[in-house]
């Protein structure tokens, strides 16, 4: 087998967890640990930091579908991923070729058939590819193989007692061949990333920048009609819309999705988990530039770490709902307010530091 398990994932070998992965969502979470194996980059929060603007989605009966980050992340001058799609031994003797050559590999497949994974449901769990087969799957990371057994690191917190450690590591299992299959005969997608070290040269501070400059011009968008009938509501309008449907009953905490194999309180908590990492990615960028933004420096961090705090209560509180089975979002929508008022104290302090940089506000 090759060196990749014996190195740092999730958790370090002192047992400490990596703070930063838990800013990162899957697929960041994947190419930092390529990149972190590959280069001698640590924490590089620039390269992973985004516009954490977030929008609400309606369907066309104006029922909750998702709250979601409105700008996608990409970092193409550092990462370049290579992409294959596939399922069954065929494709996953392509991935064993590419681990037999030392690299770490990305892939995709069906999660509802994987033992150790807290969404497992049965090895013969339907499957259906317009539902299952989706471009927003779980990203997992292959390690090495041997003849019957193929080794991954997944977050701990994703794994069930059906994990198998290898050498008592939390972060690292081996699943057998005999079993993994019944995932992949369904689809098997996966990704080589080569380092663009180039990339890694230039400077990086000015993704921080445009990151403000993009919250700005997406805070004052108008809500948009989809191409399937529902509505997207931008920022603030977006929680006050999120509200109304709490008392409305488009939303309901323990209600099926229509959207996911899962509750609408789960599907908000998800998404809402999401732009709070941007926000504290953000926020640790600020922290660490303060160069960038003068005497304003002090006030945008203040006010962006007050923000993701409070999105942070508010997730504790969908956690505790979802545990006990709460529909009542009496809190919640308290939350959802103090959640606005902090965003909104934040994008006023981005606002005069755009003005006194006279920097060109960017397009969202």
Same mark, same amino acid.
């Given at each position: 087998m090759n060196g990749n398990l014996a190195k740092e994932y999730y958790v370090r070998h002192? *047992?400490?967890?990596?703070?930063? /992965?838990?800013?990162?969502?899957?697929?960041?979470?994947?190419l930092y640990f390529v990149l972190k194996n590959k280069t001698s980059v640590e924490t590089p929060c620039e390269?992973?930091?985004? &516009?954490?603007? @977030?929008?609400?989605?309606?369907?066309?009966? *104006?029922r909750f579908r998702q709250l979601r980050l409105t700008e996608s992340w990409q970092c193409f001058e550092v990462f370049q991923t290579h992409d294959f799609k596939g399922r069954g031994p065929?494709?996953?003797?392509?991935?064993?070729?590419?681990? &037999?050559?030392?690299?770490?590999?990305?892939?995709?497949?069906?999660?509802n058939r994987l033992p150790h994974m807290t969404g497992y449901i049965a090895l013969d769990f339907p499957f259906e590819p317009a539902k299952h087969d989706l471009a927003n799957n779980h990203i997992f990371v292959a390690l090495a193989h041997t003849d019957t057994h193929l080794y991954y690191t997944e977050a701990p917190i994703l794994l069930n007692a059906?994990? /198998?450690? @290898?050498?008592?590591? #939390?972060?690292?299992?081996?699943?057998?061949?005999?079993?993994?299959?019944?995932?992949?005969?369904?689809f098997l997608h996966y990704r080589?990333?080569?380092?663009k070290e180039e990339g890694l040269l230039l400077s990086r501070h000015l993704r921080v920048?445009?990151?403000? #400059?993009?919250?700005?011009?997406?805070?004052? #968008?108008?809500?948009? =009609?989809?191409?399937?009938g529902g509505t997207l509501y931008y920022g603030a309008d977006a929680? &006050?819309?999120?509200?109304?449907?709490?008392?409305?009953?488009?939303?309901?905490?323990?209600? #099926? =999705?229509?959207? @996911? +194999?899962?509750?609408e309180g789960e599907v908000l908590e998800w998404r809402a988990s999401l732009i709070r990492q941007q926000k504290t990615m953000l926020y640790r960028c600020l922290e660490r530039n303060p160069e960038l933004?003068?005497?304003?420096?002090? +006030?945008? =961090?203040?006010?962006?770490?007050?923000s993701a705090d409070v999105w942070q209560a508010a997730l504790s509180r969908m956690r505790l709902m979802l545990l006990k089975q709460q529909d009542d979002t009496t809190a919640l929508q308290a939350l959802l307010m103090k959640m606005k008022e902090c965003d909104q104290r934040f994008l006023e302090a981005a606002a005069r530091w755009y003005a006194r940089s006279g920097a060109e506000l960017g397009v969202g």
């Open positions: 002192n *047992g400490v967890f990596d703070d930063f /992965v838990a800013q990162l969502n899957c697929f960041q979470t994947a390269l992973f930091v985004q &516009d954490p603007s @977030y929008g609400l989605e309606l369907d066309c009966e *104006g065929q494709t996953l003797a392509e991935i064993e070729a590419l681990l &037999d050559a030392g690299e770490m590999v990305l892939f995709e497949t069906f999660l059906n994990h /198998v450690p @290898y050498l008592n590591r #939390r972060d690292i299992g081996m699943i057998d061949k005999t079993v993994l299959h019944h995932a992949t005969d369904c080589r990333v080569e380092i920048t445009d990151a403000i #400059r993009s919250m700005l011009a997406n805070a004052t #968008r108008p809500k948009q =009609s989809l191409p399937d929680l &006050d819309k999120l509200a109304e449907c709490c008392r409305s009953g488009a939303f309901v905490m323990n209600r #099926r =999705s229509m959207g @996911y +194999e899962s509750k933004f003068g005497s304003d420096a002090v +006030e945008l =961090s203040d006010t962006l770490k007050r």
